[in-house]
T-cell receptor
Framework: GAGVSQTPSNKVTEKGKYVELRCDPI?????LYWYRQSLGQGPEFLIY????????DSGLPNDRFFAVRPEGSVSTLKIQRTERGDSAVYLC????????????FGAGTRLSVL | GDSVTQMEGPVTLSEEAFLTINCTYT??????LFWYVQYPGEGLQLLLK?????DKGSNKGFEATYRKETTSFHLEKGSVQVSDSAVYFC????????????FGSGTRLLVRP
C-alpha cells in the first residue's frame, strides 16, 4: 500500500478482555515499530521487528503485551487481560531499515478499555 | 537514559508571526534528531531531520539546527500560517538503540487568522 495501515482505527473493549491490533507496513519495509501514545504525551516505544524477529522488545510494559510478525510484513499487537490503564493510541511505524532508518507512521488505533 | 524535553504548549500565534519551539535532549553517543508533526485527525509525519552536529534540517519553511554544544534542536519558522496548526514532536534515535524514536511530550501550535 501507499502508507502504513492500522486496523481497527478505534477499538472499545471491556476490562479483562483480549484485543488484537493490526499493522500493515509499507511494502518492502523490513523494520516495523510499535509505539503507545497516551493523551497529552509523546509516543513511547514498545517493540521493534527486523524481518520476522523481535529485535528489541524492551518497551513492552509487562507480559500481557505480545507482538508477532510471522511473515515479515503484517504485524499484530496482542494485549491480554486488558486494563483501563491500557487505554491509549497504539501507533505502528515502518522503515526500510537502511541509512537513516526514517520511520513512517500509521494513523493509529485508539484503544479504550471500559 | 536518553530523553527529549520540549516546551509546553499550547503556543498561540497570529498568522505571519515568527515561531520558535524549544527542544533539548539528553543522550549518550551520537543521536539523530527529528521533528514530527501531527495534524488534527492524521498520523505523525516527519517534518525534518538532522543526523550530525551543525546539520540544519529544513522543510516547508521550518528549520532546525543540531547544536551539540547546547544539546538543542529548536524548531523555527519565519511566518506561520493557519494551516501550520498542529502538534509538533521533537525526537531522537540512535543506531545502537534499534533506531527507536524517543519523543518529547509534544507542543500544540494554534495559529489564528
Amino acid at each position: 500500500g501507499a502508507g502504513v495501515s492500522q486496523t481497527p482505527s478505534n477499538k472499545v473493549t471491556e476490562k479483562g478482555k483480549y484485543v488484537e491490533l493490526r499493522c500493515d507496513p509499507i511494502s518492502g519495509h523490513t523494520a516495523l515499530y510499535w509505539y503507545r501514545q497516551s493523551l497529552g504525551q509523546g509516543p513511547e516505544f514498545l517493540i521493534y521487528f527486523q524481518g520476522t524477529g523481535a529485535a528489541d522488545d524492551s518497551g513492552l510494559p509487562n507480559d500481557r503485551f505480545f507482538a508477532v510478525r510471522p511473515e515479515g510484513s503484517v504485524s499484530t499487537l496482542k494485549i491480554q487481560r486488558t486494563e483501563r490503564g491500557d487505554s491509549a493510541v497504539y501507533l505502528c511505524a515502518s522503515s526500510d531499515g537502511l541509512g537513516e532508518n526514517i520511520q513512517y507512521f500509521g494513523a493509529g488505533t485508539r484503544l479504550s478499555v471500559l | 537514559g536518553d530523553s527529549v524535553t520540549q516546551m509546553e504548549g499550547p503556543v498561540t500565534l497570529s498568522e505571519e508571526a515568527f515561531l520558535t519551539i524549544n527542544c533539548t535532549y539528553t543522550a549518550t553517543g551520537y543521536p539523530s534528531l527529528f521533528w514530527y508533526v501531527q495534524y488534527p485527525g492524521e498520523g505523525l509525519q516527519l517534518l525534518l531531520k538532522a543526523t550530525k552536529a551543525d546539520d540544519k534540517g529544513s522543510n516547508k519553511g521550518f528549520e532546525a539546527t543540531y547544536r551539540k554544544e547546547t544539546t538543542s534542536f529548536h524548531l523555527e519558522k519565519g511566518s506561520v500560517q493557519v494551516s501550520d496548526s498542529a502538534v509538533y514532536f521533537c525526537a531522537l534515535s540512535k543506531m545502537d538503540s534499534s533506531y527507536k524514536l524517543i519523543f518529547g511530550s509534544g507542543t500544540r501550535l494554534l495559529v489564528r487568522p
